[in-house]
């Protein structure tokens, strides 16, 4: 007879032993399934509360970023009217006694480098 039918029952042995390593290795696959199911839930639990923060803070930063828009074009309405030339001449000639020259009392000064007093006068004609 040949190796199937050792009188020992090393076969029969090693064929049991399989066996249990095979059952163990179900029994630890199971395991496995059975625990990563609470992890997988647990990282969907952290996700959502993580997004949900995220999501909180993009409304926050949208609603600031509108603030900001609205003062943005609030100053810039403000620039317009505080440099318009009506206003400028008005607080000219009101505030600070000043008056428009004619073309022909202007003085023109120009500065050449090197010479820090140099002018001349326009003259008129």
Request: charged share 30%; net charge negative.
């Amino acid at each position: 007879m040949g190796d199937a039918f050792c009188c020992d029952g090393s076969k029969e042995a090693r064929l049991a032993g399989q066996s249990e390593d095979d059952d163990m290795a179900k029994k630890i696959g199971l395991y496995a399934v059975v625990l990563s199911i609470p992890l997988f839930l647990l990282g969907a639990v952290w996700q959502g509360e993580r997004y949900a923060a995220l999501r909180t803070e993009v409304d926050r930063l949208t609603e600031r970023q509108e603030k900001v828009i609205e003062e943005n074009r609030r100053l810039i309405a403000e620039i317009t009217v505080l440099s318009s030339s009506a206003r400028i001449e008005n607080i000219a000639k009101t505030s600070l006694g000043l008056e428009k020259k004619a073309p022909e009392e202007v003085i023109e000064v120009t500065i050449k480098s090197g010479t820090a007093n140099s002018g001349s006068r326009k003259t008129g004609g």
